[in-house]
T-cell receptor
Framework: DGGITQSPKYLFRKEGQNVTLSCEQNLNHDAMYWYRQDPGQGLRLIYYSQIVNDFQKGDIAEGYSVSREKKESFPLTVTSAQKNPTAFYLC????????????FGQGTRLTVV | AQRVTQPEKLLSVFKGAPVELKCNYSYSGSPELFWYVQYSRQRLQLLLRHISRESIKGFTADLNKGETSFHLKKPFAQEEDSAMYYCALDNNYGQNFVFGPGTRLSVLP
């Protein structure tokens, strides 16, 4: 079953704790992205990576960190520095830059309790 | 910096009526523009891209560089078109891939 998979679907975190969201793809895509989806604000770009071992900050990177050690994997860590982490997080991948279709995961809903 | 705006948060039309979802962008170069759609309980998926000049599910979108717009149109809306629609922009260098805030389309019977 090919595609892009995010896990877990729901995640609860206590304040002050770091938490890592998983994103895996078996589409052999070079580019991967993390977005945060809030009601009324659409998708806001957190981090993106065009190639293994390289990644760039998006518009709202503060309080988040990523790694890209493997082509298939692009985990996102929500740190305790993120002031308002409760949100829906979406991961996407694309074959390359430019005019290529992005494929999205099912999303992870993170709730801070 | 590149930016995408969608002025309508919610758009309601009756079945069979024409629909237009507006998208404007700010980018100094030549952008790649897309429309993505999210149906209820489904993943976000590509609807169409400007470079292909295609019509998908009756929807079309024309890039107007003078007005920096990429509005999505359909002459006769169907109930199954009810969904969240996002306009997205990529610059030629693929250094960023940004989305607008989205418009929820509701097609009433």
């Amino acid at each position: 079953d090919g595609g892009i998979t995010q896990s877990p679907k729901y995640l609860f975190r206590k304040e002050g704790q770091n938490v890592t969201l998983s994103c895996e793809q078996n589409l052999n895509h070079d580019a991967m992205y993390w977005y945060r989806q809030d009601p009324g604000q659409g998708l806001r770009l957190i981090y993106y990576s065009q190639i293994v071992n390289d990644f760039q900050k998006g518009d709202i990177a503060e309080g988040y960190s990523v790694s890209r050690e493997k082509k298939e994997s692009f985990p996102l860590t929500v740190t305790s520095a993120q002031k308002n982490p409760t949100a829906f997080y979406l991961c996407a991948s694309r074959r390359s830059r430019g005019n290529t279709e992005a494929f999205f995961g099912q999303g992870t809903r993170l709730t801070v309790v | 910096a590149q930016r995408v705006t969608q002025p309508e948060k919610l758009l309601s039309v009756f079945k069979g009526a024409p629909v237009e979802l507006k998208c404007n962008y700010s980018y100094s170069g030549s952008p790649e523009l897309f429309w993505y759609v999210q149906y209820s309980r489904q993943r976000l998926q590509l609807l169409l891209r400007h470079i292909s000049r295609e019509s998908i599910k009756g929807f079309t979108a024309d890039l107007n560089k003078g007005e920096t717009s990429f509005h999505l149109k359909k002459p006769f809306a169907q109930e199954e078109d009810s969904a969240m629609y996002y306009c997205a922009l990529d610059n030629n260098y693929g250094q960023n891939f940004v989305f607008g805030p989205g418009t929820r389309l509701s097609v009433l019977p």
